[in-house]
């Protein structure tokens, strides 16, 4: 008799699908199973029992070497104390790096292919096209990468556990079937940034293959330059020769019933359908695991079995793939299913066809548990999601909650609350005490925001002052709540620092997450329209988002200013406006200065004043880029007429608090200086009393730095702001702009009057240029001339005109 020796069981099946035309002897693994006759099947080598079809055979020896692979594997566990418990998980986590590297060559090579693509036009299907004709590509990129931590049963999966340094070497570890697999894994790597799911096949030590279903978890970390990722595995070999063993089976009902009793042990869950999805059975796994034990049969696979992820939340698409291929499809994404109970469960899971005289029969679903991978997944990703400073999770983690709360809230209805919380005096400690208080405020107000929600809520520092909430399954009565509970630790707390005592208030947005909400970023919206309204409510106070509010209206219409605004800089629909500081008193000379304004043009052609978008930029932090654009609009017109302003005299620019808050403004301007070559002794800035102040260590710094370039400096709004006088001997200031508030009523108000007339004697004996705003009138102009004004600016003097590139003789700026 012919013998024939496998060392797996997988060997065995390639001889099974083959056929034998004459009897044979089998053994796996050194173990004689039996012998094989053509018409007989196999016959255990004890001749006890029935014969067994080869298939029956074949699932038996699946079982009895899943056992034997289930019990090395434990063992393999017992034994891994002496390594760090950050890998002591089971399915066990392997630690890459380098990816950073390989993904950098991958890019160069894509480009170097085509010089036409750009790295935005990048896709996973012309990388699959790629790397398929140019397998070399896949070597030297996956050369690149490095294994630094693997764990014992890794080594036991590939048979290295008395040789670790083979599992170092990526090329050798993977099987010669896993081009296609590897191909699509690194195309998948390249262009996305997040968990990847996939398949591949690994090459044992000692010859044999092991199906993995894996993970790739990027390790987004600032300071990470290695490009470390996480992958986490789970052995799914006996799943797939399963699958393949369930599709060729005959479809007579009498086989059917043998097969089912023999897959009743396998672990991995199995469902049978009819053709038009209507369940017949489920395996013992599938009844354990989704809570079924009786009626089931008859109803829709959805009501039985219906997992859910962010590619696709319907079965029904995998069975319409299936029946049109004739061929397996599988979901290899960790999907959630919802079982009888209630409980979740995560689960990858193919659908097969079984088909018949007239085509199709049935389908058999087949899912493998993969919540333990699911739950070790989510503790790793969620090490590498927290805020640095709070220990808190970062947006980019929030960002996901609030997708996976949108979701459950349309698959099953939920309401979930996201509350926004923003610190409304933040900017005054950081600024007054320095960034080292700032940081530690921040980790005070975290802690004090953690003890007032549920362990398992989710709390982020969405960046600078701001923190945000995620309430599961809760309404408006309950987030309200808790929302006040916030409000008012906020409000008792002291913050001490340096032996001063800081009071804090907060503004608290609540956005309901229901299924009327479909995207990310309209929820954050939302909450961010909400916090703005309650701070110009007043602060201190909390609102609930509902777009019927006039309050909120007015959000939605800050924000479409927003886009007008992004728009118009990007397309050159600013213009700038001069308008005339004209000097009436001795000391300011003969020089006309002139003010810079901002306009936008609207699409027919006329004018939008500042005031209906800059309000829109300062709020959503726009204003550093405004600035930049009139910076270097502003230095480019007056280098273009350096030859014509004889009789011009300085250029004011009104430069924003966040602009001065900009590290990299202030190399801006330099780099402007630099490149048009005008001298600093042209330009006046002009800061707003209550930004300087608000910004006061930034705000000298940039005065001193640009004082050296002979810049001056005017303070706009002065005696509108809570500091006045008290701040003023701070600040080196060449001109103080008495607020037009006051100017516009002096002429018929005492009180504004003796204000205009006090701030010019203040600024005179601290050896300040003053400057009256909103001139309207004569009478106002003699008033301003008789307690000694030095410049004035207005509408009675000159209205902005449109900024062109010439200059007439006289000192009016066309």
């Known amino acids: 008799m012919v013998e024939i020796r496998v060392n797996r069981w997988g060997e065995l099946e390639d001889v099974l699908r083959a056929g034998v035309v004459e009897p044979v002897r089998i053994t796996v693994g050194g173990v004689c199973v039996g012998d094989l006759y053509p018409e007989r099947g196999i016959v255990p080598s004890n001749n006890e029992g029935l014969s067994k079809s080869p298939l029956e055979a074949a699932v038996e020896l699946l079982i009895k070497e899943n056992q034997q692979h289930q019990a090395t594997t434990d063992a393999a566990f017992s034994s891994e104390e002496k390594f760090s418990h950050f890998f002591n998980y089971s399915p066990t986590p392997t630690r890459i790096e380098d990816w950073s590297n390989a993904k950098a060559f991958l890019k160069a090579e894509l480009r170097r292919n ?38 014992p049963a890794f080594l036991t999966l590939i048979d290295a556990s008395h040789e670790p340094t083979y599992a170092t070497r990526i090329g050798e570890l993977l099987a010669s079937s896993a081009m296609t697999d590897v191909v699509r894994l690194l195309s998948d790597i390249l262009v996305s940034n997040d968990v990847i799911s996939g398949q591949l096949r690994l090459r044992r030590l000692d010859g044999g293959e092991r199906s993995v279903q894996l993970q790739y978890l990027p390790i987004q970390n600032a300071s990470d330059e290695h490009g470390r990722v996480i992958v986490t595995y789970l052995d799914i070999t006996e799943h797939k020769r399963l699958k393949e063993l369930i ?181 005054v400690i950081n600024e007054s005490c320095g960034h080292h208080a700032g940081d530690e405020l921040l980790r005070q107000i975290a802690k004090l925001i953690e003890a007032k929600v549920r362990a398992y809520d989710i709390v982020a520092r969405m960046g600078g002052d701001e923190f945000a909430i995620m309430l599961k399954n809760f309404g408006s009565d309950g987030a309200m709540s808790i929302a006040n509970s916030i409000l008012d630790s906020i409000r008792a707390f002291r913050f001490v620092w340096d032996g001063k005592i800081f009071t804090l208030t907060s503004s608290i947005g ?21 916090v703005h309204a309650a701070k110009d409510a007043g602060k201190n106070r909390i609102q609930l988002y509902d777009k019927n509010q006039k309050n909120l209206a007015y959000q939605h219409e800050q924000l479409e200013w927003v886009t007008k605004i992004n728009y118009a800089l990007e397309h050159d629909l600013m213009v700038l406006c001069s308008q005339p500081i004209s000097p009436i008193s001795f000391a300011a000379g003969t020089d006309v200065h002139f003010e810079l304004l901002i306009r936008m043009l609207a699409k027919d052609g006329s004018l939008i004043a500042p005031g209906e978008f800059l309000p829109a930029a300062e709020r959503y932090n726009l204003m550093p880029k405004v600035d930049r654009w009139v910076i270097k609009r502003a230095f480019t017109w007056l280098a273009a007429n350096a030859g014509k302003r004889t009789k011009v005299g300085l250029c004011s620019i009104n430069l924003s608090g966040d602009s001065l808050s900009d590290e990299t403004f202030f190399q801006y301007v330099e780099e402007q200086f630099k490149t048009t070559g005008i ?76 204000m205009v007339k006090s701030i010019n004697e203040v600024g005179h004996v601290m050896n300040t240029m003053t400057i009256a705003e909103f001139v309207e009138d004569e009478e106002t102009l003699s008033k301003l001339k008789e307690i000694g004004v030095d410049f004035v600016q207005g509408y009675g003097i000159g209205k902005p005109e449109l900024l062109s590139f010439d200059c007439s003789a006289e000192g009016k700026i066309a």
């Open 114 to 151: 085509d010089s036409s693509l750009t790295l935005s036009q990048i896709s996973v299907h012309a990388c699959e096209v790629f790397l398929n004709e140019n397998p070399q590509i896949v070597s030297q990129c996956l050369s690149y990468v490095d294994v630094v931590d693997f764990n």
């Open 510 to 530: 609540i956005v309901l997450l229901a299924d009327n909400i479909k995207h990310v970023q309209t929820a954050l919206s939302y909450a961010d329209f909400a």
């Open 247 to 427: 599709v060729k089976q005959e479809s007579n009902t009498e086989t059917l019933g043998r097969v089912s009793y023999a897959l009743s042990s396998i672990k991995e869950g199995v469902i049978t359908t009819d053709c038009l999805g209507y369940v017949r059975s489920l395996n013992d796994a599938a009844k354990r695991l989704l809570s079924w034990d009786d009626n089931y049969e008859g109803r829709r696979i959805q009501e039985v079995f219906s997992p859910f992820n962010t590619s696709f939340d319907n079965i029904q698409l995998l069975y319409d793939a299936c029946a049109i291929s004739k061929t397996a499809v599988e979901c290899d994404s960790h999907s959630l299913v919802e079982t009888k109970n209630g409980n979740e469960l995560w689960v990858t899971y193919s659908v097969s066809p079984i088909s018949g005289d007239d085509g199709v029969s049935e389908f058999v679903v087949m899912f493998h548990d993969v919540s333990e991978s699911q739950s070790l997944l989510e503790r790793l990703r969620l090490q590498t999601c927290k805020d640095a400073l709070t220990n808190l999770y970062n947006r980019q983690e929030f960002e996901k909650q609030i997708k996976i709360s949108l979701d459950s809230a349309k698959r099953k209805g939920h309401t979930h609350a996201f509350l926004l919380v923003d610190l409304d005096q933040f900017k």
């Open 679 to 754: 001298p600093g002794d042209r330009i006046c800035f002009e800061i707003t009393e209550s930004m300087a102040i608000y910004n006061l260590s930034q705000t000298l710094r940039f005065i001193h730095k640009f004082k050296a370039y002979g810049c001056k400096f005017a303070l706009d709004d002065f005696g509108s702001g809570f500091s006045s006088y008290g701040y003023l001997k701070s600040l080196p200031v060449d001109f103080l702009k008495i607020d037009g508030g006051f100017v516009k009523q002096m002429v018929s108000d005492p009180i504004d009057f003796a």
